[in-house]
């Protein structure tokens, strides 16, 4: 069994406990419209009616040979769902609904600066597409089922087509944040072993063209030094034919898609038929531990649950318009930009850039144009929205069916605005709480069934039965409004299903602390451990208070606290660093960062912004600690651990409590003094 890990001062820690609110319903004109309206699908999922109330799901693909054994626990915790059976994910995201709906708009795509035209890529182009360029990378770069792949790609219709070629060969992908650094991109290139790299030469942020070739270059250095060669860089251009970045291609290394494309073009390739249980992409995330960890989902559980969640949950009907505002380099862009809306035949949006780019008028701009009716986002990027431009959706005429709000708590303030003015008081909404582990969402109302209420996620999906534990082992008494350590008592189709590479972590960190028998087959003795602190409100409803381990959640995208120190203490003047969470209006939490000095070396603003901008180059700009306190000692216990609780409760300007036990009291009232100041 795993330790327990040590967390002194977590994200759960500083939640705030605000009080549980009223009911908000939907509208009957939802409620008509509306997939899931019958309420015995809560007993149709119950934990009697578990596993094989899951053939539901599975019954939404399309499957070349149908599965015999739905649930396989053998090699518990590591699930097998839908043994036996076959598909292909390209092929259900696109070739089935081309009889159809071949002229349908599969990717609206909105490009970040304004005078750039909208692109509207129709099913029976995505096919086109996909095709030829899964020949190219089947030919060109000869990748083959089961081989990895890195892909580094920006908000561009190049990643949906790119994951898609790479799916239809049976190829993993492991897409990487666009804005994580060349760095970043190494470690993850090592981890997966993969030999080709997929990028782009430039894309939009906040009106700049930026150069992300050179990401490429510092990714494919860094690879090489920790063992593992790149032997092709395959370049997409933002703009096809024209050069956006001032980066040197490397001759007989570097290629520029759509100049090899030329050679495959009017090229068909049958979609490879791949074992529901093989691996469809890795997606890595941060930890307790440095090194981030690569979720691997599978084909047909994970295809399955994000096409059912997007049908029942985000009610996308075949003429709505859905537009998730997340990046597809995240999960939420993975399951609800990719997967889950092109498996239903939906349109869906992709935009480039940031939201308040040029102005916080934007995002109702786009939904104006296209017409969207299905809006799906961030509490940071509503309360970013509110803040800087509270009356702007009024002036734009769309109108809102359903809205998402994911990625971190929601404040009540915050869900009321969202619903009354983006929403223009018409528009339903769920708070959907799920993690990079899970595929998708776990907790949520089910929007024309369950109520809303501001501020809470919601009961369990139909199929999802969470349980909160105390530190003990102990179950929490149901609907006591207690907090403790919510965790999954089930499996289900979208859990990932292993750590790339690393079993016994996956095993340690998610299914070892309320294991009940670590010889067990049975899938009743392994909750799901979920890292989230959580109360359960007398009618079911989950209020998720944030992490309780070394993670943090900024802007709804998670970091790990030891990556950033491990990042900092690369700086050769540092000799302490220790990252603690700290509330902040927009962003939700943002990383404080706290470094004690070498001998002989002296504080300064230059070294502070040195260790900031290492932080950027080493993970990216995301990491950006809002403040580098330089301290002349860290608060320790006798025994020399950075007492990391105190750090965070000045930091968050909270009572630090009893602090006469450290070894070295004194500094703490320095480090509030500076920190007040
Ligand atoms: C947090 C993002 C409160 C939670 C899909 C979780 C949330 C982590 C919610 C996963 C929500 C996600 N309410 N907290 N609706 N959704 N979280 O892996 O702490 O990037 O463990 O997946 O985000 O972040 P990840």
Redo the contacts with the bound molecule.
Sequence with gaps: MAEKEVVETS?AEIAVHWQEEDYVYPSPEFIAQAWMTDKSIYDQFSLENFPNCYKKYADLLDWDEYWHTILDTGDAPCWKWFVGGKLNASYNCIDRHLAKNKNKTAIHFVPEPFEDKYEHITYQELYVRVNEFAALLRDFAGLKAGDRVTLHMPMVPELPITMLACARLGVIHSQVFGGFSGTACADRIVDSQSRILITMDSYYRSGSLLDHKQNADVALKNAEKNGQKVDKVLVWQRYPGKASSPTEMVSGRDYFVNEVLKDYYGKRVDPVSMPAEAPLFLMY?SGTTGKPKGCQHSIGGYLSYVTATSKYVQDIHPEDVYWCMADIG???GHSYIVYGPLSLGASTVVYEGVPTFPDAGRPWKIAQDLDVNIFHTAPTAIRALRKIGPDEPAKYTYNFKHMT??????EPEVWKWYHKVVGKGQAIIV???????TGGFLCSTLPAITPMKPGS?GPGLPGIHPIIYDEEGKEVKKGSSKAGNICIQNPWPGAFQTIWGDRQRFVDTYYARYCKDPNSKRWQDWPYL???AAVEAPDGYYR?L??IDDVI?VS???LGTKEIESAALTVNEVAEAAVVPVAHEIKGIEPDLYISLKPGFDASAELAQKISNTICDEIGKIAKPRTVWIVTDMPKTRSGKIMRRVLGAISNKKDVGDVTTLANPEIVTQIQEMVRN
């Design positions: 994200e995330t995240w999960i939420t709000t994911v990625g971190e708590p929601i708070d959907t709480w799920w993690q990079t582990e996620a979920t890292g989230d998720i944030g992490r959640n709804g995208h998670r």
